[in-house]
């Protein structure tokens, strides 16, 4: 499903000196359907460089990047769109939406660009904001006025409204209390046992160890830096 080899990404400074920066040599890792894997290393060892990468934000200058079938390191704009519609889902920590949309719809949107009939993706939707406990009487606001843990939750739920066959999880617990934290926990459970294949980044050490089949330490691939 995640299939990276012999990666390496660097970046260029333009507004200092054409500076360049080499975050990433050699970096290879696979995650299979019905795996979780977490990425781990100090701060700055290029976790998030890996995982925009892999959302096709970044492009891979060397090596080969494979992500549910397309090879991005040779993809279109148009095709990184549609992969990103139908098989490569990203929860990230922070919530960005058109204002005026209510949470309902905006959970609801990733199954409605599928083709989703209105009604179904309303109703899966609405399950996962009870499980969220987002109140009902929130749903039909924007989410631009929710608290902080209620936006993370309306996200998280827009994550895991379509059953991605790859999903990206970028610190999906962080800010959450006990409960809703327990949750996500099982919807990560959930996602697993369906086949999907989970790539995330965890500081939350009893969270990671609670789903992470395998850790891999992205320092390994830090390159060795000149001091
Ligand atoms: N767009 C960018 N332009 C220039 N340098 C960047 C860019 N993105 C990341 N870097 C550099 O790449 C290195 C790795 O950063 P990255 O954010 O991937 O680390 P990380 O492991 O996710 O860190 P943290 O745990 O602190 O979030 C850092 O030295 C950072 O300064």
Known sequence: MIEIENLCKSFTLHNQGAAVLPVLAGASLRVAAGECVALTGASGSGKSTLMRMIWGNYRAETGRLRVGGLDLTTATARQIIALRRDRLGYVSQFLRVLPRVPALRVVAEPLLALG????????????????????????????????????????????????????????????????NRAVVLDLIGEARARGAALLGIFHDEAARAQVADRLVDVTAFTPARVA
């Open 116 to 179: 989703t009939p209105e009604p179904q993706a309303l109703t899966r939707a609405a399950e996962l904001l009870t499980r969220l406990n987002i109140p009902e009487r929130l749903w039909s606001l924007s989410p631009t006025t929710f608290s902080g843990g209620e936006q993370q939750r309306v996200n998280i739920a827009r994550g895991f409204a379509h059953p991605f066959p790859v999903l990206l999880l970028d610190e999906p617990t962080a800010s959450l209390d006990a409960l």
